[in-house]
């Protein structure tokens, strides 16, 4: 490889980085990041709706909206019965992504664990699949020989942190640098060995820390932990990050461009608001007995002949209506659904905190909000707070509000604008900072770049970098 030329562009996704972490809390702690914002160009970057790994980073790469993948989540509707869902993988991407886009063009590519790209599809070089990976018996790399190489180079290769949603600490603690420094090294092995002209890596570690420890760090969470041994633990991670992009950057050729990017930010998580109770209450879901303690709603027995709506818990909540012709018990006659919809709608933005707060609570129609509406989309998207509370599934219990996560312990939600760092040594901007950047301009922005036809129909626009 050339160590002067060598990869024209390499990109460092940090699942979840939080830009007012980077960008001014910690700055000063982060010297790498810091030097890359001096140089070029950075600032927030909004996600997609819903601002969720998936379907966040295949919006990124392929300048799509959820929509139009027809990714609403990482579990989605298969058909339209009540409870068939199932996880996104790399078969629903219908639209070519940056490296297929860049491989088409004759460029050699190198991609590492970006989220959407299980199971592994044939690339213009090599790709290793990413966390939703079920485990190192399937194919997981292109070429699938890779993988053999892979296991050698590292025998304990983590797919992801294991069970993260859990009390123990120090273990979730010491896996989370473990994945980091797989993927870095990984990164710079393959960087010598394939020779790549692109290269991307996506690191979960940062998603698995604020989800693991921010009520540790953060004094305003209403779960705080004063005096934990773990108040630095975010802190430290962003240094060792810091650390690793440096490193890898060095293994870079001198006219090599970077970006830096995540796909959503994070907040502390406020509390859970239990969406299916509330439509329990307001009169649209209806069940044939109460249980004892709360459930999962595919455990409890709904009486869907009279049932117009039920819901699905998350980061976000997504809202469905029990339509004639189209659910196989459908009430709610076609003719009625947009009255309905907006009904539900306008009584959940009324909706108030346990403290009688507002709780701001923003509805999306799918159709109003993506240029197209694929697949089996949910009714209604629904935001707490600006996902400072999640959406609670279960049923049972009086409460309409919960401190507790339904999927295990969790301390942060996602926020909706995650961060860029754009710097190409052969156009420095000097510190720039964008704004209005959205996660469907990078796609355009980066083949604009390069000179290459970018697809029609993209949502983006090209960023001034």
Not at 63 to 79: A, K, Q, S
């Amino acid at each position: 490889m050339s160590s002067t030329t060598k990869p024209r562009l390499l990109i460092i996704g940090l699942d979840c980085m939080e830009p007012s972490l980077v960008f001014e809390r910690w700055r000063s702690d982060l010297p790498q990041l810091a030097r890359l914002m001096e140089l070029g160009s950075y600032g927030q970057l909004e996600s997609s709706i819903p601002a969720i790994t998936v379907p966040a980073w295949s919006c990124m790469m392929s300048g799509r909206d959820p929509g139009e993948l027809g990714i609403y989540g990482f579990r989605n509707r298969t058909d339209r019965s009540y409870q068939r869902m199932a996880i996104a993988d790399s078969r629903m991407v219908k639209f070519p992504r940056l490296w297929h886009i860049l491989g088409d063009a004759g460029w050699k590519v190198a991609v590492i664990s970006v989220p959407g790209t299980f199971p592994p599809d044939p690339v213009n070089g090599v790709l290793v699949s990413c966390f939703l990976t079920p485990n190192q018996d399937v194919p997981f790399t292109h070429p699938p020989e890779l993988a053999t190489q892979i296991i050698h180079w590292m025998p304990d290769f983590l797919l992801d942190v294991p069970h993260f949603r859990s009390d123990e600490k120090e273990r979730i603690l010491n896996h989370i640098y473990t994945l980091c420094d797989q993927r870095f090294t990984l990164a710079e092995k393959l960087l010598h060995q394939e020779s790549p002209d692109f290269l991307m890596l996506v690191d979960m570690g940062v998603d698995r820390i604020h989800h693991s420890f921010w009520k540790a760090m953060d004094p305003q969470h209403p779960q705080h932990q004063p005096n934990s041994p773990f108040a630095n633990a975010i802190h430290d991670y962003y240094c060792h990050i810091d650390r690793r992009v440096g490193e890898l950057i060095s293994q870079c050729g001198e006219a090599t461009a970077v970006l830096v990017v995540s796909d959503h930010g994070a907040r502390p998580l406020l509390g859970g608001v239990c969406l299916n109770q509330w439509l329990i209450q307001a009169g649209y879901l209806t069940l044939a007995e109460q249980p004892e303690a709360p459930i999962p709603l595919d455990k409890a027995a709904v009486d869907w002949s009279r049932t117009q709506a039920w819901g699905a818990g998350g980061y976000y909540g997504r809202i469905f209506l029990n339509v004639q012709g189209r659910e196989p018990q459908g009430v709610v006659p076609p003719a009625d659904y947009e009255q309905v919809r907006t009904e539900i709608a306008k009584q959940l933005t009324a909706l108030s905190s346990p403290d009688q707060r507002s709780l701001n609570v923003r509805v999306f129609k799918p159709q109003h909000i993506y240029q197209k509406v694929r697949g089996i989309a949910p009714d209604l998207i629904v935001y707490f707070d600006d996902l400072a509370w999640r959406s609670i599934g279960t049923v049972g219990g009086s409460s309409l509000f919960t401190t507790d996560n339904d999927t295990g312990p969790d301390d942060a939600n996602h926020a909706q604008s995650g961060l860029m760092i754009f710097y190409d040594p052969q156009r420095p901007t000097g510190g720039q900072q964008l704004h209005g950047a959205q996660i469907y301009d990078i796609l355009p922005t980066l083949l604009a770049r390069y000179h290459i036809q970018a697809p029609k129909g993209l949502r983006g626009k090209v960023l001034p970098i």
